[in-house]
């Protein structure tokens, strides 16, 4: 069965962007924008999550505990604020990115990892 990616980002106009984009690559994907939802979920096909911070509050730090108990590979994505800061990747995340994103590192990290899951 073909694995697919899992997009968790508050604001649904951004979810719609990447979900579109991954699409458009031949990457197949799954949007939430709730958190109660995402913790919920069935993580057996995913492969990778995207997880955009902006927006949520601090219980999205539980999100990211589950995922880590989980051994669920995710990304974290930083809002634009957070360039100039030393940021600490979560506990458990396969890295972290910046917005903005750039497309063609966003693109190829995201194959690469998913070719890493074969």
Known sequence: MKKKVLLICKNKKN???LSNFLKKNGISSIGCHDLKEAMSMDLEEISLSLIDLS???RSVLKL???FFEKRAPFIVIYPPQAKDKNIVPPPGSSGVLIKPLNPKML????KNFLQEDI
């Open 64 to 66: 990211l505990s589950i």
């Open 15 to 17: 979810l719609e962007l």
């Open 107 to 110: 693109l190829t990290l995201v």
């Open 55 to 57: 927006g949520y509050n």
